[in-house]
């Protein structure tokens, strides 16, 4: 794969884009490559015969064999002809061809995906007299833009129950780190996204425009991407993340077209949200400078539940004699949500607590390697609004996401 691998940054993301029966955007996993490979199940080495692995590999990449089998990730690439894996191989190839891609729990399918260029210019006019148009006009700095939209992803099957799973276990890893979510592995059997944590990651992304029937693809190489995730979570649909993403436009090529494969992705996402999948919806107050959750508690009805930057980042750019890129900066962020009354079931009112500090924890999935809990943990309500759901007097709620935020998959 093609891009600058910087510290912190994992160029491990081929992001390829098609239009579906149905008109939407796919991810898709893997590339034919040029030339053949010998891996050993006793030793990290991966050796090529003909390859390009420098312009091919990078850190963070996963390499498979002509079968389709995952033969591991890329830790290094020495040279040409040489890499280097996290662990020892899982299967023996020998003079082989492979392909390469971002690996099971990060190819992903896609809605609405948005792509664009960037470019900012200065001109400057050549007068000669009042009715001179001559103008030379430059351009100073490129870069891209995308977001798309993707289910809430469940943690799946890990290798060892009982334990805290591998970071190549869990679904999105790549994606949220670059969003600014670091992930904690501390508990057994759950992996955290958390924004209590650093994360500095970056990703180098290919963002890939084709057409039916056509074998190449036209292939916008990424670098440094950054980005902000979105919750949307509504009753009676699948929670989904709405990323946005900004990176270095390096180059654009043409390339072989990719092989789609969303395995993992069509059995690893979180069940729908409805009244018989939630486990918790709870409105907390702040005792002190804590708040306590009470497992199982259902104290607020809720139709509606958006959150936009779930980790509270921003990123602007910054052009130096060194580095082109975007730094980090926390800012407030808001979560809205649309409530029931309390005579519907509810019993949290809202106007009895407009001056206190809350947390809100959404947890729903009750199958082991489907669960999913959402915690924000510091709102400031800011706003209370008249507002109905079907036939239900109702509010919206609006709260200033002023702490940390996790995700749990379990």
């Known amino acids: 794969m093609a891009g600058i691998v910087k510290f912190h940054q994992k160029a491990i993301a081929i992001f390829g884009v098609a239009q579906t029966a149905e008109g ?36 963070g990449a996963y390499i498979y064999n002509n079968s389709g089998a995952e033969v591991g990730q890329i830790a290094s690439v020495t ?23 971002l690996g099971p729990k990060n190819a992903l399918a896609v809605l609405n995906l948005n792509f664009s260029t960037e470019l900012t210019s200065e001109a400057f006019q050549f007068t000669g007299d009042e009715l001179s148009r001559d103008e030379e006009t430059v351009i100073t700095d490129k870069f891209a833009k995308f977001d798309f939209e993707t289910f809430m992803p469940s943690l799946g099957t890990i290798g060892t129950p009982g334990a805290p799973p591998l970071a190549s276990e869990v679904p999105l890893v790549d994606w949220m780190g670059a969003c600014g979510f670091a992930l904690d592995l501390t508990a057994n059997d759950q992996a955290k996204f958390t924004n209590g944590l650093t994360s500095n990651e970056y990703l180098t992304i290919e963002i890939r425009r ?27 649909t699948r929670a989904k993340l709405k990323f946005s993403f900004q990176g270095n436009l390096v180059n654009v090529t043409q390339k072989v077209k990719l092989n789609p494969d969303f395995g993992d992705q069509k059995v690893e996402h979180a069940p729908s949200i409805k009244s018989t999948t939630i486990t918790q919806s709870e409105l907390a107050l702040y005792s002190g400078t804590t708040v306590t959750f009470t ?21 602007s750019r910054y052009l130096t004699g060194c580095l082109d890129g975007w730094s980090k900066g926390a800012t407030p962020t808001d979560v809205t949500m649309t409530i029931l009354e309390d005579e519907a079931g509810a019993s949290y009112n809202p106007d009895n607590h407009l001056e206190d500090l809350h947390g ?14 959402i915690t924000f943990n510091k709102m400031q309500l800011s706003n209370v609004a008249n507002s109905t759901v079907a036939a239900y007097t109702g509010q919206d709620l609006t709260f200033r996401n002023v702490g940390t935020t996790d995700i749990i998959l379990s």
């Open 295 to 315: 497992p199982a508690t259902k104290n607020v009805c809720f139709d509606k539940l958006q959150s936009s930057n779930m980790s509270g980042f921003e990123y």
């Open 360 to 373: 809100l924890r959404l947890g729903f999935g009750s199958v082991i390697g489907k669960k999913v809990e």
């Open 79 to 101: 040279d040409d002809l040489h890499a280097v894996l996290t662990a020892n191989a899982k299967v023996a190839v020998t003079a082989a061809t492979f392909a390469t891609g």
């Open 24 to 59: 939407q955007s796919a991810v898709l996993s893997t590339s034919q490559t040029t030339g053949a490979i010998t891996t050993l199940v006793s030793s990290t080495a991966v050796t090529g015969i003909g390859t390009t692995f420098l312009s091919q590999l990078a850190p």
């Open 210 to 236: 084709t057409s039916p029937d056509i074998a190449t693809q036209k292939v916008f190489t990424t670098t440094d991407n950054r980005g902000t995730v979105d919750l949307d979570s509504t009753v009676g």
